[in-house]
C-alpha cells in the first residue's frame, strides 16, 4: 500500500464533510463548554452506518460462538473481525477527527476498548448484556485499569480488590483516577486483584468485572480540569464494598454459573491501543502542515512571506518527514493486516513512539511558526499541541514503549 485507494479517498471526504458541518460548529462547546461528546458520536455511527455494520458483525460471532458451545460446525460465520478495509477506515477515521478533535477520538475508542474487553473474554450473555450497546455507541463505555498509586506499573501497584463473600459475590473496593468517559459511563470494565489470603499482594489474581452506573456504592466523580482533549471527559471512580454477582466476571470465576471464558493476551489489547494513537498521531501532523503552509504563504515580515525564510522552510521540511515516516509506518501497519502478518508488540511500541513524538514537535514548531498568533486559540495550532500531548503518556508512556522495544532487542 503506497496511498489511500480512490474508494477510501471517497470515503474520506463524506468523514470531512460530517466534521465540516457536525463537529467544526460545535468545536467551541466541545472544546470550552461542558458539550459531551456522545451524540455526536451517535450521529457519526448511524450516519455512516458503523451502528448496523456492529449489530450485524456482532450477530455473526454470536451465533457462531453458540453453534460452537453446541459442538456444530460454524465454519461459514464470520468471527466478528472487519479485516484490513475495515482497519483501512477505522484508521481514516480516527486521522480525520483528529484534525479538529483528538478528544472525540479518545471517548469513542475508550467505548470501543471496553467493548472489545467483553467481546474477548465475555460469555454470550455478558456479550448481549453489554457488548453490544457499547460497539454501536448507544452506551458510554469506560475502562478503569490506572489508580491514583499505579499507573505504568499498573498490574503490580493495583490496590483495587474484589473479595469473595460467603454467598459467593464479590466486594468490591478502591479506587481509579484519569478515567476517559468516567464522569458519563454506562459501563465499566473495572480490573481489580483478588483479595487473597496469605498471597504476596504483587502476586494476587487479577480480576476484570463489568459495572454498570448507579450500582450502590460506585460513585463516578465529575470531569478533571486537564491541559487539553477537552472534548473527551476524564474522571475518577470509587467503589465503597459494591456487590457484584460472579455474572459480572470476565475471563475467570465462577465457570459454572456464567459459563465458557476465553483469556485474551492483554498485550494484544495495549498493541492496538498504540497503534490506534498512531493514526490519531497522524491527524494532528497533517492538520498542523496544511495550517502551516497556509500561514507561511499569508504571514508578511521584512516584506516577504515567512515561507521565504530558510528557518521556517526547515520547519515544514520536518513535518513533512514526520507525515511522510507516519503515514508509511500506518499503511506498512494496514498491509501486514491485509497479509495476515500482524505486528509485533515491540513494534506497535515503536511506532507509537516515534509518531506521538513527532507529532508533539511537530505541534510545538507549528506554534512558533504562528508566532504570537500560534499562542492564541483562533488559530487552532495551540489545540493541537495540547491535544497531542496526551499521546506521549496514556496507552503507555514513551518510557514505557521504550522498555518494550528494548526488551525485545535484548530478548533476541
Ligand atoms: C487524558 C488521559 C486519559 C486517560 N484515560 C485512561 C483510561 O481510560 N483508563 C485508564 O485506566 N487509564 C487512563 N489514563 C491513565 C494513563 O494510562 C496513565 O496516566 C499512564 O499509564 C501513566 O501512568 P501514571 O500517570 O501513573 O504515570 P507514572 O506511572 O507514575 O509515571 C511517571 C513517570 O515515570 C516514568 N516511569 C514509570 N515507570 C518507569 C520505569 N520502569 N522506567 C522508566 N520510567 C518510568 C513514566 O514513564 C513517567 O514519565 C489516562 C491518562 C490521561 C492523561
Same mark, same amino acid.
Given at each position: 500500500?503506497?496511498?489511500?485507494?480512490?474508494?477510501?479517498?471517497?470515503?474520506?471526504?463524506?468523514?470531512?464533510? !460530517?466534521?465540516?458541518?457536525?463537529?467544526?460548529?460545535?468545536?467551541?462547546?466541545?472544546? @470550552?463548554?461542558?458539550?459531551?461528546? $456522545?451524540?455526536?458520536?451517535?450521529?457519526? $455511527?448511524? #450516519? !455512516?452506518?458503523?451502528?448496523?455494520?456492529?449489530?450485524?458483525? !456482532?450477530?455473526?460471532?454470536?451465533?457462531?460462538?453458540?453453534?460452537?458451545?453446541?459442538?456444530?460446525?460454524?465454519?461459514?460465520?464470520?468471527?466478528?473481525?472487519?479485516?484490513?478495509?475495515?482497519?483501512?477506515?477505522?484508521?481514516?477515521?480516527?486521522?480525520?477527527?483528529?484534525?479538529?478533535? *483528538?478528544?472525540?477520538?479518545?471517548?469513542?475508542?475508550?467505548?470501543?476498548?471496553? *467493548?472489545?474487553?467483553?467481546?474477548?473474554?465475555?460469555?454470550?450473555?455478558?456479550?448481549?448484556?453489554?457488548?453490544?450497546?457499547?460497539?454501536? *455507541?448507544?452506551?458510554?463505555?469506560?475502562?478503569?485499569? #490506572?489508580?491514583?498509586?499505579?499507573?505504568?506499573?499498573? !498490574?503490580?501497584?493495583?490496590?483495587?480488590?474484589?473479595?469473595?463473600?460467603?454467598?459467593?459475590?464479590?466486594?468490591?473496593?478502591?479506587?481509579?483516577?484519569?478515567? #476517559?468517559?468516567?464522569?458519563?459511563?454506562?459501563?465499566?470494565?473495572?480490573?481489580?486483584?483478588?483479595?487473597?489470603?496469605?498471597?504476596?499482594?504483587?502476586?494476587?489474581?487479577?480480576?476484570? /468485572?463489568?459495572?454498570?452506573?448507579?450500582?450502590?456504592?460506585?460513585?463516578?466523580?465529575?470531569?478533571?480540569?486537564?491541559?487539553?482533549? @477537552?472534548?473527551?471527559?476524564?474522571?475518577?471512580? +470509587?467503589?465503597?464494598?459494591?456487590?457484584?454477582?460472579?455474572?459480572?466476571?470476565?475471563?475467570?470465576?465462577?465457570?459454572?454459573?456464567?459459563?465458557?471464558?476465553?483469556?485474551?493476551?492483554?498485550?494484544?489489547? +495495549?498493541?492496538?491501543?498504540?497503534?490506534?494513537?498512531?493514526?490519531?498521531?497522524?491527524?494532528?501532523?497533517?492538520?498542523?502542515?496544511?495550517?502551516?503552509?497556509?500561514?507561511?504563504?499569508?504571514?508578511?515580515?521584512?516584506?516577504?512571506?515567512?515561507?521565504?525564510?530558510?528557518?521556517?522552510?526547515?520547519?515544514?521540511?520536518?513535518?513533512?518527514?514526520?507525515? +511522510?515516516?507516519?503515514?508509511?509506518?500506518? +499503511?506498512?501497519?494496514?498491509?501486514?493486516?491485509?497479509?495476515?502478518?500482524?505486528?509485533? /508488540?515491540?513494534?506497535?511500541?515503536?511506532?507509537?513512539?516515534?509518531?506521538? #513524538? *513527532?507529532?508533539?514537535?511537530?505541534?510545538?514548531?507549528?506554534?512558533?511558526?504562528?508566532?504570537?498568533?500560534?499562542?492564541?486559540?483562533?488559530?487552532?495550532?495551540?489545540?493541537?499541541?495540547?491535544?497531542?500531548?496526551?499521546?506521549?503518556?496514556?496507552?503507555?508512556?514513551?518510557?514505557?514503549?521504550?522498555?518494550?522495544?528494548?526488551?525485545?532487542?535484548?530478548?533476541?
Amino acid at each position: 500500500m503506497i496511498e489511500w485507494s480512490e474508494e477510501q479517498q471517497l470515503i474520506r471526504d463524506t468523514i470531512r464533510r !460530517f466534521i465540516q458541518e457536525e463537529i467544526v460548529p460545535n468545536q467551541e462547546a466541545l472544546e @470550552h463548554g461542558d458539550m459531551p461528546p $456522545y451524540d455526536i458520536i451517535r450521529k457519526m $455511527y448511524q #450516519t !455512516f452506518g458503523v451502528d448496523e455494520v456492529a449489530r450485524q458483525r !456482532f450477530e455473526r460471532a454470536i451465533e457462531r460462538e453458540e453453534a460452537e458451545e453446541r459442538g456444530e460446525s460454524a465454519a461459514s460465520a464470520s468471527d466478528g473481525d472487519g479485516g484490513a478495509e475495515d482497519l483501512a477506515i477505522d484508521t481514516l477515521l480516527s486521522m480525520e477527527l483528529c484534525r479538529y478533535s *483528538a478528544g472525540i477520538v479518545t471517548a469513542m475508542g475508550v467505548t470501543q476498548l471496553a *467493548a472489545g474487553a467483553i467481546m474477548s473474554q465475555g460469555t454470550v450473555e455478558q456479550k448481549r448484556r453489554w457488548g453490544l450497546d457499547l460497539l454501536t *455507541a448507544e452506551k458510554v463505555g469506560s475502562w478503569a485499569i #490506572t489508580e491514583p498509586g499505579s499507573g505504568s506499573d499498573a !498490574f503490580g501497584g493495583m490496590q483495587s480488590t474484589a473479595k469473595l463473600d460467603a454467598d459467593g459475590n464479590y466486594v468490591l473496593n478502591g479506587s481509579k483516577t484519569f478515567i #476517559t468517559n468516567g464522569p458519563y459511563a454506562d459501563t465499566i470494565v473495572f480490573i481489580c486483584k483478588l483479595a487473597e489470603e496469605g498471597v504476596e499482594p504483587r502476586q494476587r489474581k487479577i480480576m476484570t /468485572f463489568v459495572l454498570d452506573r448507579g450500582m450502590e456504592g460506585l460513585e463516578q466523580s465529575g470531569r478533571l480540569r486537564k491541559m487539553g482533549l @477537552h472534548s473527551s471527559p476524564t474522571g475518577q471512580l +470509587f467503589l465503597d464494598n459494591v456487590i457484584a454477582g460472579p455474572e459480572r466476571v470476565l475471563g475467570g470465576g465462577d465457570r459454572k454459573k456464567s459459563g465458557t471464558r476465553k483469556k485474551s493476551d492483554p498485550r494484544a489489547t +495495549f498493541a492496538a491501543e498504540r497503534v490506534g494513537v498512531v493514526s490519531m498521531s497522524l491527524g494532528v501532523v497533517e492538520r498542523c502542515l496544511e495550517l502551516c503552509i497556509d500561514y507561511a504563504k499569508e504571514r508578511v515580515q521584512w516584506e516577504k512571506p515567512i515561507g521565504e525564510y530558510q528557518l521556517i522552510q526547515l520547519k515544514l521540511a520536518n513535518m513533512e518527514v514526520a507525515r +511522510f515516516n507516519i503515514q508509511n509506518m500506518l +499503511f506498512n501497519y494496514l498491509e501486514r493486516k491485509r497479509e495476515n502478518q500482524p505486528m509485533s /508488540f515491540a513494534e506497535a511500541s515503536a511506532m507509537k513512539l516515534y509518531s506521538t #513524538t *513527532a507529532a508533539v514537535e511537530v505541534a510545538s514548531e507549528a506554534i512558533q511558526l504562528f508566532g504570537g498568533n500560534g499562542y492564541m486559540a483562533e488559530y487552532q495550532v495551540e489545540q493541537l499541541y495540547r491535544d497531542a500531548r496526551v499521546m506521549r503518556i496514556y496507552a503507555g508512556t514513551d518510557e514505557m514503549q521504550v522498555r518494550a522495544i528494548a526488551r525485545d532487542l535484548l530478548s533476541r
